[in-house]
């Protein structure tokens, strides 16, 4: 898989050296490549964002600026998806369709966000274009977002986890993560003890004793 980000902050990226995403690159799984958008502004001071029309506060990100960062990017295999806090919410689902794409932009906005047309062209192309949040909290920019929807996806990518197994168990999830609470040596810490049946052996009434568990934690966690 290729991964393409345009930002105006290409170090808030530095992240994906290392770690999970770090071996993966090595391994030529996924490619990243990281673009700053201040090197397509066109004008003496790398202007990338102007006055809303309409007025109110803050800035709008240039339309001419970002098409000329992303023309030479996009393909008809390209999934372009744009960050911003009135997108489809990213979960689990999300993440396993995008792990099938051949290449994903992100575009990281700032400011109060990307003139809307930059949307509407690539749309009008017929290019699939995705408006995407990770949340109901406010943040400075797409970047950390991206960043969060990059390792989420690409952990999913045949070869990327070393261990295929705790995929396997994810997906016994609908969410696709583990709800129950994991214990590990040693068996008794701080006068607290690892609840018997995880050292019975018997992995029927563990796989049980889990599930309840699981509901339990969903119901107060709602
Ligand atoms: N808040 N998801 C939640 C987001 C967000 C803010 C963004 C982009 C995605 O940019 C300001």
């Known amino acids: 898989m290729k991964i393409d980000a345009v930002t105006i902050f290409p170090d808030y990226f530095s992240p994906l050296q290392l770690s999970l995403l770090g071996k993966a690159q090595e391994q030529g799984l996924v490619e990243f490549g990281i673009h700053d958008l201040r ?10 964002d102007d006055t809303p029309y ?10 001419e600026v970002w098409g000329k960062a992303l023309d030479p990017l996009m393909t008809h295999e390209t999934d372009l998806i744009i960050l911003t ?38 749309e009008g192309k017929n290019y699939r ?3 995407v949040s990770i949340g109901d909290y406010v943040l400075g920019g797409g970047e950390v977002a991206s960043l969060v929807m990059i390792e989420a996806i690409t952990r999913l990518i045949p070869g990327v986890l070393g261990n295929p197994e705790s995929l396997a168990e994810e997906s016994h999830n609908e969410e696709g ?14 006068d607290l003890e690892v609840p018997a049946i995880l050292l019975s052996g018997n992995h029927g ?18």
């Not at 563990?206 to 699981?214: D, E, L, T, V, Y």
């Open 39 to 48: 090197s397509f502004s066109t004008d003496n001071h790398n202007t990338v």
């Open 129 to 131: 274009v995705h408006e």
């Open 205 to 222: 009434e563990i796989a049980k004793w889990r599930a309840a568990q699981a509901a339990e934690r969903a119901k107060k966690n709602l």
């Open 85 to 122: 806090p009135a997108g489809k919410r990213f979960d689990q689902p999300m993440a396993a369709s995008l792990s099938t794409s051949q290449h994903l932009v992100f575009a990281c906005g700032r400011y109060e966000g990307i003139d809307d047309r930059v949307r509407q062209h690539y």
């Open 54 to 63: 309409g007025g109110g506060a803050g800035m709008v990100m240039l339309p």
């Open 177 to 190: 993560y583990l709800e129950y609470p994991n214990f590990t040596k040693p068996s008794v810490w701080r």
